[in-house]
């Protein structure tokens, strides 16, 4: 069954609104999670079930966020994501947009690249 990216962002956007308690107007397509919408590491695997139950789909948990690849020290070195660990990324993560850390490279900005515009790619491509 496929859906239009408005259609997704709306039931995407209901489900960070009950997981992460933020309003309709918060949840934009550019806002993070983490920073702007508050989400810890617990909610991202509630709003993984959230979203399954939502969309009828199943979510593996690496596959929406590829936390290997961070604690890989071949693509991680000194905090620094290496290029094998951006392509690595860029992989497993076709939905993303990683200009986010292409730049700095920095791990810790890692949280950037989960948009809710990351999220309704990665729901519209498990749709398919």
Known sequence: ???SYDDVLAKVTEV???ALG???DEV???ATLGPD???ESIDYLDISFR???AFD?????????PNDVLSDPEYVQDGKITDKGISELQAKMPHADLSAIDESRDVDDFEKV?????IVKFVQSKLG
């Open 114 to 118: 989960f948009t809710v515009d990351t």
């Open 51 to 53: 979203l399954e139950k």
């Open 22 to 24: 933020v309003d309709e």
């Open 1 to 3: 069954m496929s859906m």
């Open 57 to 65: 789909i199943k979510i593996d948990q690496a596959e929406m966020m």
């Open 37 to 39: 919408l508050g989400a």
């Open 28 to 30: 934009t397509p550019t």
């Open 16 to 18: 960070l609104e009950d």
